[in-house]
């Protein structure tokens, strides 16, 4: 089955405490990109990813690592969360130069920094 | 700079027709989509329209295009319980590539048995 699977789901942690949240898809797409959505903010993008080794900032990219090793990877690292990153987090992935370019998106990591 | 901007709520009776509104800022987006969130759920593509299009149709959704008025908006014909979600308008801007979707803030639709 075609999807993008986000690891964990929901994630509880203290602030400074390094964390990392996969992402993964499995339908050979070159574009991966991490969004966050806060109430009343919608969507913001955090970092994307054109291909292998290509990554770039987002609208909000402050605080947030991530690397493209392999193409079906997509790995959000929090080095030193603070409580003003807990949100929910979205990984999407989709072809580049197609037709319209459908995003897939995984179903959400719910992460709380107290 | 870009934006999309969308109400945030909408509340309807079942079997009554929804129309959810958008506007867009940047006029060379070549195709706009909508999207929609389920409860506890990612996006979903819900349908799309590409830019030299006034209007499309898929069964219970109708897309209207107005480029002049940079207005995009999304009708669910019959709309059931089911259709209960958050729907996000999004364009992807000139000189963007095209993974780079600018969402609006999403409309939250509230169906009402």
């Known amino acids: 089955e075609a999807q993008v699977t986000q690891n964990p789901r929901y994630l509880i942690t203290v602030t400074g405490k390094k964390l990392t949240v996969t992402c993964s898809q499995n339908m050979n797409h070159e574009y991966m990109s991490w969004y966050r959505q806060d109430p009343g903010l919608g969507l913001r993008q955090i970092y994307y990813?054109?291909?292998?080794?290509?990554?770039d900032k987002g609208d909000v990219p402050e605080g947030y690592k991530v690397s493209r090793k392999e193409k079906r990877n997509f790995p959000l690292i929090l080095e030193s969360p603070s409580p003003n990153q807990t949100s929910l987090y979205f990984c999407?992935?989709?072809?580049?130069?197609?037709?319209?370019?459908?995003?897939?998106f995984g179903p959400g990591t719910r992460l709380t920094v107290l | 700079g870009e934006d999309v901007e969308q109400s945030l709520f909408l509340s309807v009776r079942e079997g009554d027709s929804s129309v959810i509104n958008c506007t867009y800022t940047?006029?060379?987006?070549?195709?706009l989509y909508w999207y929609k969130q389920e409860p506890g759920a990612g996006l979903q593509l819900l349908t799309y329209?590409?830019?030299?299009?006034d209007m499309k149709q898929d069964q219970r959704l109708t897309v209207l295009l107005n480029k002049k008025d940079k207005h995009l908006s999304l009708r669910i014909a019959d709309t059931q319980t089911g259709d209960s979600a958050i729907y996000f308008c999004?364009?992807?801007?000139?000189?963007?590539?095209?993974?780079?979707?600018?969402f609006g803030k999403g409309t939250k639709l509230s169906v009402k048995p």
């Open positions: 999004a364009e992807i801007p000139y000189g963007g590539s095209q993974g780079n979707l600018i």
């Open positions: 990813s054109m291909n292998v080794e290509v990554t």
């Open positions: 329209i590409f830019s030299n299009m």
């Open positions: 999407a992935s989709s072809f580049l130069g197609g037709d319209y370019n459908e995003q897939f």
């Open positions: 940047d006029s060379s987006s070549t195709y």
